[in-house]
């Protein structure tokens, strides 16, 4: 590890999935992580594991679309750390519906969440990054739905694809600031998430056993597996490091090569 302080990243939703393994990777890089996540129980968990692994984290109760809980979050990160490094928005959620029957609640749920929760984390960290005067990094949680429209999924797809947009929107606005914003784009990753949608797409009738729904989406990989959480950990390491300082507005897709562009 460092001896030189880095500061600390926030990560939210990393009380479990990919944010967790993110956060693992992070503080063992040196970061020091504030677990932003609305789960209390699993994101003191996580806290107190990386504290005990030789790491420095704290939890933060954060719902990324409440700007007050965030902006919190940000305080708690500057007075732990010195200061905000970077920032990885990474809570979201899905709740599947067919493309007829997806409601005015489902799309405001997953807009509010995956959209706006983005944008607000991006704006709350960004300016505590320019109130300090540091040259900090935002990298965002966009997905393969993000350039592929599902039908199971339109509102998921939609705020993906303004994760993107708002990448690229809030590159051109903080490139002045000396902060790099990109994103990355997971694939099909086994966590709750996937657990949940399984059972969700099993209640619409669209696949009959557990596993079947995943096994369908990813059956056409190119690298012939599906994703863990630690295939994305050294490309958002890369993009909070000094090596992707040219880098910004940009979104790598992380997906065994599913969406190539
Ligand atoms: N799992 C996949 O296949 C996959 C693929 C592409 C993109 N993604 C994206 O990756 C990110 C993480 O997904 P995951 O698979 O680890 O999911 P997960 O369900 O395992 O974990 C999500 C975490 O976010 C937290 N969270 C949810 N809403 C929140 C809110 N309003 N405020 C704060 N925290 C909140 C949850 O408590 C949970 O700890 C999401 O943005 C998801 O859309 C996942």
């Not at 390491?237 to 065994?256: R, W």
Request: with cysteine; charged share 15%; glycine share 10%.
């Amino acid at each position: 590890m460092s001896s030189e302080n880095l500061g600390g990243v926030i990560i939210t939703g990393s009380a479990r999935g990919i944010g967790r393994a993110i956060a693992d990777h992070l503080a063992q890089t040196g970061y020091g992580i504030v677990i932003a996540d609305l789960d209390e129980s699993a994101g003191t968990r996580a806290a107190a594991e990386i504290q005990k692994a030789g790491g420095n984290a704290l939890f933060r109760h954060v719902n990324v679309a409440d700007r007050k809980s965030v902006a919190a979050a940000v305080m708690a990160c500057e007075e732990a750390f010195g200061f905000i490094h970077a920032i990885v928005n990474n809570a979201g959620f899905n709740r599947p519906q067919h493309f007829l029957e997806t409601t005015e609640d489902n799309w405001n749920k997953i807009m509010t969440i995956n959209g706006l929760g983005v944008l607000i984390g991006m704006q709350e960290a960004a300016k505590a990054m320019i109130a300090a005067g540091h040259k900090g990094k935002i990298v965002n949680t966009a997905s393969i739905a993000s350039r592929s429209g599902d039908a199971e999924w339109v509102p998921y797809c939609a705020s993906k694809a303004a994760v993107v947009s708002m990448t690229q929107a809030g590159a051109k606005a903080l490139a002045q600031h000396g902060i790099n914003v990109n994103a990355f784009a997971p694939g099909v990753v086994q966590t709750d998430l996937w657990t949940q949608l399984d059972k969700d797409l099993m209640d619409m009738g669209i696949s009959s056993r557990p596993g079947e729904a995943m096994q369908n989406f990813s059956q056409n990989i190119p690298l012939g597996r599906t994703s863990t959480p630690q295939d994305v950990v050294g490309t958002v390491a890369f993009l909070i490091s000094p090596a992707s300082n040219y880098m910004t507005g940009q979104c790598l897709m992380i997906d065994g090569g599913m969406i190539m562009q």
